[in-house]
């Protein structure tokens, strides 16, 4: 049911698990006349970091003790509803032209968003819509954190971790963008996510990468099907397990996880290394052993065990509260 700004509502948090229909209604979280009652009330009221001089927020906002609650953008009258993510996936693998690369330990990423007067929301196949979402960075902490794997060099014994192999590390490349939270299941990226490669060698100093920030890896991971150019054929993800949560001290906040989720994407292009050795002199070499640049279709990423949750209010004073009191019981 798709409701206009005007007359939609939260969902019931005693909803049963999640079916089509309560995902449906998900993604329309617009005011009620309650909660634009509330904000009234908070307006006049000056929100404060929830971790500032406070302890961490507790279930179920857990982890989004940076959320950016105290920054300008959040604080916009025009905005209809603010929120904070938290996301950790725990598998998965990167490949790259003929390079695989693992993940092997937990990556995170964190930051807020607000959605605003001009509604922006996108449409998908099966008739029903879902709001579109401007992230704004966290407070004190990176919006992504990735550990560094290491890549063993083809037809090399790795004797000497660093010389006789490749570390790399994923680093942001841009701002995140087009947030879908509850484009769950559907063929449509979750959010856009422009990223670089660095690559660590005793040989490549300290400047090497594949990608960079005026040409990033821009992933568009989906919990659905991607669309790949060609004859590539598609990846599909899995939304996982959905549920929300009413506020445990009565605001007007909701959290919403989705549990072991796997999110992929075919769709991006990588190009060459760049800074590898004294003057690029490694670049070559480097793209010879990795198959770069590489044409979308040949590369794909897949993030799995992916567990987030994100809590969405639609006022920044009242979300600040939950998050504070939250972390006071």
Known sequence: MHTSPASSAFPDPAAAAPSAAPRRRLRRLLPTAAALASAALLAGVAPASATTGAAAPGAPYTGMGNCPLAAPAMHDP???????????????????????????????????????????????PDGSTANQY??????????????????????????????????????????????????TGEPYPVFQLPIKLHLYNALFGGHCYVGSDSAPLLLKPTTGSTTPVGSTPPMTGDPGTLSYDADPNGHNALAISETNASLVDNTFAVPGANGCGLLGSLNQIIN??????????????????????????????????????????
Not at 80 to 88: A, D, E, K
Not at 104 to 121: R, V
Not at 140 to 155: D, F, H, R
């Open 78 to 124: 025009a905005n209809l509803q603010v929120g904070c993510l938290v996301s950790v996936t725990n598998a998965g693998k990167f490949t790259l032209g003929n390079t695989v690369v693992p993940f092997n330990s937990p990556i995170t990423l964190q930051f807020g968003f607000y959605w605003d007067k001009s509604a922006p929301e996108v449409s998908f």
């Open 134 to 183: 401007t992230v704004v960075p966290p407070t004190g902490a990176p919006l992504l954190s990735a550990p560094m794997v290491q890549i063993n060099i083809p037809g090399i014994q790795n004797y000497l971790p660093g010389i006789t192999s490749v570390f790399a590390q994923v680093e942001l490349a841009g701002p995140v963008t087009k947030f879908t939270p509850l484009a």
């Open 288 to 329: 010879w052993t990795m198959g770069l640049p590489a044409a979308p279709g040949k590369d794909s990423v897949s993030f799995q065990q992916t567990n987030a949750t994100f809590v969405l209010d639609t006022d920044i004073a009242d979300l600040t509260a939950a998050l504070n009191d939250s972390a006071a019981h």
